[in-house]
């Protein structure tokens, strides 16, 4: 007897879709997964539509009121609910904005022009819906989104790692960047990507977010060695933790 493939729909909120992109990029791995899901509810790939699903996976924050009730409805049709990537799961790129007066910045983008939807503050969706797993990053590295769904298939729900991506970045045997006097983030960085910027010479913009207990003082101390200025350090860490770093504060 064949096995019931699990029904997976794939919805977007505010972010710029680069994370269901990274799905597609899996041309190794989706053939074999394809086989053991169906894709009942993705815009970007379908026109058919269902709600019957057993988990949906998250795209984007939540910015204005219809996502709110939006996510909601999909919470309420989903048993099991996870985010994909940093807009979904920390706020992300969104989040740039946290802090800042939200009528500065309508003034700044806008201008005079009308625009259509209210924007709230911006809120990972975990801010608004119960929130089962997350996928992190700014997109997602493909291998991880891979490694998770296998793991989904088996039965277990993947949780994060909560060490930094400094642990992998050695675990490559890369020559560290941040000793060099390059401002890389990967000390306070979630891991889970494999250190990929590191490992390609370019410093870790942090968009896997904060690790619990990240040591942020010290990582000020290290980029004003590096010769940031305050402000540097201030946009650096706002990049994609806007939202994290309201919550420590
Ligand atoms: S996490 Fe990055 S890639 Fe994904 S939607 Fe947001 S901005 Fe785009
Ligand atoms: S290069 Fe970055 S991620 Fe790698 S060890 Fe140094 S600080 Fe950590
Ligand atoms: S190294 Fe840093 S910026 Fe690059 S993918 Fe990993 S967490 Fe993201």
């Known amino acids: 007897m064949t096995a019931k493939k699990v029904r997976v729909g794939f919805f977007d909120f505010t972010g710029c879709e680069g994370c269901q992109l990274a799905k597609v990029s899996m041309e190794n791995e989706l053939p074999q997964i394809l086989e053991h899901i169906e894709i009942v509810n993705f815009r970007e790939a379908m026109s058919e539509k269902s709600w019957d699903m057993d988990v949906a996976f998250i795209e ?50 806008y201008g005079d022009k009308r625009y259509l ?34 793991q989904f ?21 890369n020559a560290c960047l941040l000793v060099q006097g390059i401002p890389c983030m990967g000390v306070v960085t979630r891991a889970g990507c494999g250190a990929w910027c590191p490992s390609k010479g370019q410093f870790c913009y942090g968009c896997r977010g904060l690790i619990p207990d990240a040591n942020l003082d010290a990582l000020r101390i290290s980029f004003e060695e590096c010769g940031l200025s305050q402000q540097e350090i201030d946009n650096k860490l706002h990049l994609f933790s806007g939202r994290e770093l309201e919550k420590l504060s």
């Open 117 to 150: 939807f209210p924007s709230l503050p911006v809120m990972p969706v975990s801010a608004v819906v119960k929130v089962d797993a997350s996928i992190y990053g700014c997109p997602p590295n493909p291998k991880d989104v891979a490694r998770f769904l296998t």
């Open 60 to 109: 984007g924050s939540i910015t204005t009121p219809a996502c709110v009730e939006r996510i909601n409805r999909i919470r309420q049709a989903a048993p099991i609910l996870v985010t994909l990537g940093a807009c979904s799961t920390i706020g992300g790129i969104n989040a740039i904005r946290v802090g800042r007066d939200l009528d500065e910045i309508r003034q700044e983008v």
């Open 153 to 173: 298939l088996a039965g277990k729900i993947p949780q994060a790692p909560k060490y930094p991506v400094c642990i992998e970045c050695k675990l490559q045997g």
